[in-house]
Structures are given as C-alpha cells and as structure tokens.
Nanobody, 123 residues
Framework: VQLQASGGGLVQAGGSLKLACSASGRIFGSYGMAWYRQAPGKEREFIGG????????SYGDSVKGRFTMSRDTRKTAVYLQMNALKPEDTAVYYCAARAAPGSSYNKGDYDYWGQGTLVTVSS
C-alpha cells in the first residue's frame, strides 16, 4: 500500500490550501486516516484524524476551527482543507493510514505513511 500526499506549496498568511492524499488498493474502505505535520527541529504533530466512514473526526488544538478533513471513498482520497493559514503552520505534512476502522492520536498506531508535502506560509 502506498500513500501519496500532494497539494503543498507557498501561500501568504491568511490564505488557504487543500492537501490531498491518494492511495492504491481499497485502503479507504476500512482504514482510519490522519494528517500529521513536522516542522524543522520539532516532533511530528497530530493535525487531524478521521474514522473509516468519516463519522468521527478530531483535530489538534493548533488547527481546530481552521482545518477540515474529508474523504472521497470512491476516489480513494482524503483531503485536508487548510484556511486562515499562519506562518507557524509551515511544515511538511504527512498523511497516514491504519489497518483499523478508527483513527488514533498516536503516530505509532499508523501502518502506512505518505512521503510528505511541504507547506510554507509567508508572513
């Protein structure tokens, strides 16, 4: 199973970006998904998680109210809509999947990771 994250780029503070995570196979049929990010010199941070059917979602405090996860099961893709971006949102963003219906806050619970996509927010 391979995950591919895309959609990163350079944006001004206050702007928006939408990241996408696509996967091979039928992974999104029964897998919990999440987005993490990692800035230079910092730990990988939980951004948001979603259960296999999208019924449960949770977001990290630093992005709550600004970022939204969604999924399109037919296209086997998961999205992260990022609004009101701040310079401190600058990081490499990773999507992750776990072979279980629910999501998790613990990055060790995820079985598959995308390669990451860089988001840079200028002030």
């Amino acid at each position: 199973v391979q995950l591919q994250a895309s959609g990163g780029g350079l944006v001004q503070a206050g702007g928006s970006l939408k990241l996408a995570c696509s996967a091979s196979g039928r992974i999104f049929g029964s897998y919990g998904m999440a987005w993490y990010r990692q800035a230079p010199g910092k730990e990988r941070e939980f951004i948001g998680g979603m259960s296999w059917n999208g019924a449960w979602k949770s977001y990290g405090d630093s992005v709550k109210g600004r970022f939204t996860m969604s999924r399109d099961t037919r296209k086997t893709a998961v999205y992260l809509q990022m609004n009101a971006l701040k310079p401190e949102d600058t990081a490499v963003y990773y999507c992750a999947a776990r072979a279980a219906p629910g999501s998790s806050y613990n990055k060790g619970d995820y079985d598959y990771w995308g390669q990451g996509t860089l988001v840079t927010v200028s002030s």
